[in-house]
């Protein structure tokens, strides 16, 4: 029975997701070429909430922990695991006061309705991930970015999400290069914890009534660690989070 509730919840979910992305695609370019980039920001917020919100059409329930612990009054670098295709619209709205930026693959700033716009008018870093000068030069100009505005760019340091759920091990080159651009940031942890057993069995069918929680732990202040020792903090606590939730 709950198998039959996957297949049905799904196709439902990714009609709605799939309208919203089509739907919402020429509102942002209309608003960002008539009222420029600010009215195109609210609009991609309000995308993001919503795809958020689909994610309860899959009978799922959604938590947000430690949402108080953002600061204000400086840039920050969001340091994430990495669990599925839904872990962005939870970033944009979870931290829509610091317009975030993304640190992505190249191949997302094409051809996505919606999302592929946002990346690039959003001015995220689109790497290359066979071309590591091209990558830390996209990366470090996104840490000269936020350190000038004091806006946020995400980060998840695994590089790809895993097949299997378990967190990978993180790799320091991007938030190392993240943390010279943008010597003011201030690092938060972000745990996503859910996204992996909704898609269990692969991006169809989903794997539905899922208890999915956002969490936010305490932010790190760079200066008190060397780059290397802040990943390696940041990597444990995540991956303690996540030991401790039940599967």
């Known amino acids: 029975m709950h198998k039959l509730a996957d297949y049905i919840l799904s196709v ?115 790497i290359d991930r066979s071309d590591r000068a091209q990558a830390i030069k996209e990366i470090i100009r996104v840490g000269r970015l936020i350190e000038s505005t004091g806006e946020a760019v995400c980060i998840f340091p695994e590089g790809t999400r895993s097949k299997t759920g378990t967190m990978k091990s993180f790799m320091p080159a991007g938030v190392s290069a993240l943390l010279r651009a943008a010597p003011s940031a201030l690092i938060v942890p972000f745990v996503i914890d859910g996204h992996d057993r909704l898609m269990k069995y692969g991006a169809f069918p989903l794997h539905t009534f899922q208890r999915i929680t956002y969490t936010i732990l305490d932010p790190i202040e760079p200066t008190d660690f060397p780059d290397m020792e802040i990943i390696k903090i940041v990597e444990d606590r995540i991956r303690e989070v996540l030991e401790k939730s039940p599967a």
């Open 12 to 126: 439902i979910f990714y009609f709605f997701f799939a309208l919203l992305l089509l739907f919402f695609h020429p509102v942002q370019v209309g608003m960002h070429l008539l009222l420029g980039e600010r009215a195109r920001q609210r609009v991609v917020t309000a995308l993001n909430f919503l795809l958020l919100q689909s994610i309860r059409l899959l009978g799922s329930r959604l938590t947000f922990r430690g949402f108080d612990k953002i600061p204000h009054g400086r840039p920050v670098i969001i340091v994430s695991n990495h669990q599925s295709m839904f872990d962005i619209p939870v970033v944009v709205y979870g931290f829509r006061g610091f317009n975030p930026k993304f640190i992505s693959k190249i191949e997302l700033g094409r051809n996505l309705p919606s999302i592929s716009y946002n990346l690039r008018q959003g001015k995220s870093a689109l």
